[in-house]
């Protein structure tokens, strides 16, 4: 039984950190009580824990234009951040975990508002019929945190141009995004904004739940262990690294001939590389196979590996990278 409730607020926009607090505090719940976070990411694509990185984002482009790739530790899709866009966590025992009385809590919000706000299966929340609220779920042990986002002002433009998928033919076992057509809640009031947003969520919270609502404060996580947690979540072995082990594919016609690369791909890493060409240079494919196997699957660490083949036609090849 719920008898405490208490909301953190974090106050930075580093994705990487912001999920860090969030698994802090889910270890830190205790018996009995709720804590509600609210966050926000600047310019950030978030995967779920089972996601193949290049299937759901345009990482390189995100990348090049300032933004970050984050993994979460909850399944479900890719979903884009800015600070159009207000994320809230649920963190509580699994004992007391109530997906209904949370959702709840965001539909109070929002209809307070006077937009109507309805459940849509599992994952999202609707207004009209059209979603302004993706949610996802994690376990661990005695605790579980039920997350999602709000949409109030997110540039839509940049959402669709990171998380359209890449041009280029790419396999994976990996979990797939399902697109939804979604909405800003300020399209269906312009009042509604982050801040007020924010405030909402706090009076819903504590209406939903009947108890006064208590405020912690940075002083109460354990900054070098949000630390420790942060580094791992900005590795790039948690973010590419996964062992999803995916096929990704290019073909292109050039001047000099076709070509198209086959690369087998497990943890991030090229395991096996097939280059198939009617180019005149016979040496071409099998050297380009040979530099490309052990190569980290991302722009610049094939980008150096296709310059230290020496094949001739580099420049070529690196314009066929930017699917990547």
């Not at 839509?156 to 809640?185: F, H, I, T, W």
């Not at 947003?197 to 996580?221: H, R």
Request: aromatic share 10%.
């Amino acid at each position: 039984m719920i008898e405490k409730i208490a909301l953190y607020e974090s106050a930075g926009y580093d994705p990487y950190r912001n999920l860090a607090i969030e698994q802090h505090l889910l270890e830190q719940v205790k018996p009995g009580e709720c804590i509600l976070y609210l966050w926000q990411n600047q310019n950030t694509v978030v995967i779920g824990r089972n996601q193949n990185a290049w299937k759901e984002c345009r990482t390189s482009l995100l990348e090049e234009e300032g933004g970050h790739l984050a993994r979460r530790l909850s399944g479900g899709g890719a979903v884009f951040h800015d600070l159009g866009n207000l994320n809230f966590t649920f963190l509580v025992p699994q004992t007391d975990y109530d997906l209904d009385r949370q959702f709840s809590v965001i539909q109070e919000a929002v209809r307070s508002f006077d937009i109507p706000a309805e459940k849509s299966g599992r994952n999202d929340v609707l207004s009209a019929g059209r979603k302004f609220s993706g949610n996802a779920f994690y376990r661990n042990g005695t605790q579980a945190y039920h997350h999602g986002t709000l949409l109030v002002d997110v540039d839509m433009q940049k959402m669709g141009r990171y998380l359209n998928p890449s041009k280029a033919k790419l396999q994976s076992k990996g979990v797939d995004s399902v697109r939804s057509r979604v909405v800003n809640l300020r399209e269906l009031n312009p009042d509604v904004t982050i801040e007020s947003l924010k405030s909402a969520m706090a009076d819903a919270f504590s209406k939903v739940y009947g108890l006064p609502l208590e405020y912690l404060s940075e002083d109460a996580l354990d900054r070098d262990y949000v630390e420790s947690l942060y580094q791992q979540n900005s590795s790039w072995e948690w973010l590419y690294g996964q062992k999803i082990p995916f096929t990704f594919e290019w073909e292109e016609r050039f001047p000099w001939g076709g070509i198209q690369i086959a690369l087998q791909v497990e943890n991030g890493i090229v395991q096996q590389a097939k280059v198939y060409s009617d180019a005149m240079d016979w040496c071409l494919a099998p050297k380009l196979e040979t530099a490309l196997i052990g190569s980290r699957f991302s722009k610049e660490a094939l980008r150096e590996r296709i310059t230290s083949s020496e094949i001739g036609v580099e420049e070529d090849l690196y314009q066929m990278l930017e699917t990547v």
